[in-house]
């Protein structure tokens, strides 16, 4: 998901950056062919200009059930997509939806060069065979500031209460709260968020960015998900939910594993990604594959389960996306009435995060796939600031204090990454 600049944005012979999900093996010959940047204020369905978009570009996203074949003539797309919300982004320069289209380029040919067809004016020179590194500016390194939270522990501990008297009230079984916290960054940050999109257990890990000119964009995103939101191949859709974190140490493991209170959210969010999925699905093809397996991400284990379900006929990336977008795991059960609850309470809008990013596009097999992760564990910068979130989920035996502390030990990494 990686761009660095809004014209040109995967660079010939540049093997260091590349959207999540695509192919190592195109890295040296894609490029940025077209891209939608939409904000709410637009107006519209995010999730059917996406989809229009998509399709005008030659991805058949119409029927995603059918495992389409994919045109030589596109690659694939990376695409950026925020949660709907009704408190303001903290960072309002970023789009709610972008979508990256990448052509692919054969050695000898100029980016957009067709055989037998001369290439559109504007474009570079014909590139060498084999490709030749890629050498990237010089930029100014970034640097951080002190961070300001959106609220005060307390603050984050009394939305942990509110979400229990709601669960005690019936208005919902459990509820994702999200915080953030925001600093001053000057310089290029580029090298920051690849050290953020690195980070171990970053199956989504990724940089984008947009707006301004050239090597000097408006707004960055780098993503370093270790979350499933959907992947879809051969017809055959699949989501991973990840519910409850301790320290990645021996004692975290033993102690996740052990914990009662844990697993039981963790179920609550497996069972809603099961009614997600069935929306879509075929009947009687649900299935929870794997349950409360744990896996490492960062400093960090992490309970993860696999559901997947062949999807009905003609369900199209709209229909799909419109099921599982937002995820469950970052809102909570029943979903629309978690949504509300905690948009009651978090101070600031959740941006770019805690929604999806990934790839739609060319598979092994020259089919469409898609791999689209949540947003968790991500960072934007705009405007003279850097942000980030996290948060957990909330159920009736949820300690605040505890709470609290866990975001933190989500955030942590990333400042790290970021602080060089």
């Known amino acids: 998901?990686?761009?660095?600049?809004?014209?040109?944005?995967?660079?010939?012979?540049?093997?260091?950056?590349?959207?999540?999900?695509?192919?190592?093996?195109?890295?040296?010959?894609?490029?940025?062919?077209?891209?939608?940047?939409?904000?709410?204020r637009d107006g519209g369905d995010p999730l059917s200009i996406l989809a229009a978009f998509l399709a005008d570009a030659?991805?058949?996203?119409?029927?995603?059930?059918?495992?389409?074949?994919?045109?030589?003539?596109?690659?694939?797309?990376?695409?950026?997509?925020?949660?709907?919300?009704?408190?303001?982004?903290?960072?309002?320069?970023?789009?709610?939806?972008?979508?990256?289209?990448?052509?692919?380029?054969?050695?000898?040919?100029?980016?957009?060069?067709?055989?037998?067809?001369?290439?559109?004016?504007?474009?570079?020179?014909?590139?060498?065979?084999?490709?030749g590194p890629w050498t990237p500016p010089s930029p100014s390194p970034s640097r951080v500031g002190a961070w300001t939270p959106s609220?005060?522990?307390?603050?984050?501990?009394?939305?942990?209460?509110?979400?229990?008297?709601?669960?005690?009230?019936?208005d919902v079984y459990q509820a994702n709260v999200v915080g953030h916290a925001s600093a001053p960054i000057s310089g290029d940050p580029r090298e920051a968020l690849r050290r953020v999109a690195a980070l171990p257990g970053a199956r989504y890990g990724g940089v984008l960015s947009g707006g301004g000119t050239g090597d000097a964009p408006a707004w960055w995103v780098a993503c370093a998900s270790p979350e499933t939101l959907v992947e879809v191949a051969g017809g055959r859709a699949v989501t991973r939910p990840i519910k409850g974190t301790r320290p990645a140490t021996a004692e975290g493991r033993a102690e996740l594993l052990a914990s009662a209170k844990e697993r039981a959210e963790h179920v609550m969010i497996v069972d809603l990604e099961r009614n997600d999925l069935g929306r879509v699905a075929r009947t009687g093809t649900v299935r929870v594959e794997e349950l409360f397996?744990?896996?490492?991400?960062?400093?960090?284990?992490?309970?993860?389960?696999?559901?997947?379900?062949?999807?009905?006929?003609?369900?199209?990336?709209?229909?799909?996306?419109g099921a599982v977008w937002p995820g469950g795991s970052v809102t909570g059960a029943p979903k629309l009435a978690a949504i509300d609850v905690v948009s009651a309470l978090e101070p600031v809008g959740r941006g770019p995060s805690m929604g999806t990013a990934g790839w739609i596009g060319h598979g092994p097999d020259g089919r469409l796939r898609i791999d689209l992760g949540l947003t968790i564990r991500t960072v934007a910068v705009a405007d003279g600031l850097v942000h980030?979130?996290?948060?957990?989920?909330?159920?009736?035996?949820?300690?605040?204090?505890?709470?609290?502390?866990?975001?933190?030990?989500k955030t942590a990494p990333i400042k790290a990454a970021l602080a060089g």
């Not at 260091?16 to 192919?23: E, F, I």
């Not at 380029?105 to 590139?127: C, D, F, H, N, S």
């Not at 609220?151 to 019936?170: F, K, L, N, Q, T």
């Not at 490492?296 to 709209?318: D, F, K, P, Y």
């Open 1 to 40: 998901m990686s761009t660095l600049g809004p014209v040109v944005g995967y660079r010939p012979g540049s093997v260091d950056l590349h959207p999540p999900g695509s192919a190592i093996s195109c890295a040296p010959h894609v490029w940025e062919r077209s891209r939608l940047e939409w904000h709410s």
């Open 58 to 131: 030659g991805l058949p996203v119409s029927d995603v059930s059918a495992s389409p074949r994919v045109t030589d003539t596109v690659c694939g797309a990376a695409v950026l997509l925020a949660p709907p919300s009704a408190v303001a982004s903290p960072a309002p320069g970023v789009p709610d939806l972008v979508a990256v289209v990448y052509g692919h380029t054969r050695p000898g040919e100029r980016p957009g060069e067709q055989p037998g067809r001369p290439a559109p004016a504007g474009l570079p020179p014909a590139l060498p065979s084999p490709l």
């Open 151 to 170: 609220w005060s522990p307390a603050e984050h501990a009394a939305a942990v209460g509110a979400v229990r008297d709601a669960i005690a009230r019936g």
């Open 293 to 321: 397996a744990i896996r490492r991400w960062s400093r960090l284990w992490q309970a993860e389960s696999t559901v997947s379900a062949q999807l009905a006929a003609g369900v199209g990336l709209a229909r799909l996306l």
């Open 388 to 409: 980030v979130w996290a948060g957990g989920g909330i159920v009736w035996d949820s300690d605040p204090a505890a709470e609290v502390a866990e975001a933190a030990a």
